[in-house]
């Protein structure tokens, strides 16, 4: 079992910026490839940013290009999201997930049923 809790979520103004954070526990962090995903009030879940478990590979929703940063620290068991230049519509749960993987350099995952492991969301609220 790989345990994750999400961080860094709160209240920004339109144009802000936060910084969430997902601590892994419970199993080899550097086995996982890792990915974020959120839920806005009244829609589905979405896939939001993905990253190998080397960190090599990114993978970025295309609406969300260029203002995003996902990373990884392997030492440190976490995975981080640099979120920029907020808006209302960023508002939402933002939920970190785990997936064993093979490749540690190549392989990114972009769809919720290929992950194994879920956090427990973390709230982003952007005021405008």
């Known amino acids: 079992q790989v345990q994750l809790v999400e961080s860094g979520g709160g209240l920004v103004q339109a144009g802000g910026s936060l910084r969430l954070s997902c601590a892994a526990s419970?199993?080899?962090?550097?086995?996982?490839?890792m990915g974020w995903f959120r839920q806005a009030p009244g829609k589905e879940r979405e896939f939001v940013a993905a990253?190998?478990?080397?960190?090599?590979?990114?993978r970025y929703a295309d609406s969300l290009k260029g203002r995003l940063t996902i990373s990884r620290d392997n030492a440190k068991n976490t995975v981080y999201l640099q979120m920029n230049s907020l808006k209302s519509e960023d508002t939402a749960v933002y939920y970190c997930?785990?997936?064993?993987?093979?490749?540690?350099?190549?392989?990114?995952?972009?769809?919720?049923?290929?992950?194994?492991?879920w956090g427990q969301g973390t709230q982003v609220t952007v005021s405008s």
């Open positions: 997930a785990a997936r064993w993987a093979l490749s540690y350099s190549g392989t990114v995952y972009i769809t919720e049923n290929e992950y194994a492991y």
């Open positions: 419970g199993r080899t962090f550097s086995n996982y490839a």
């Open positions: 990253i190998s478990r080397g960190g090599i590979s990114l």
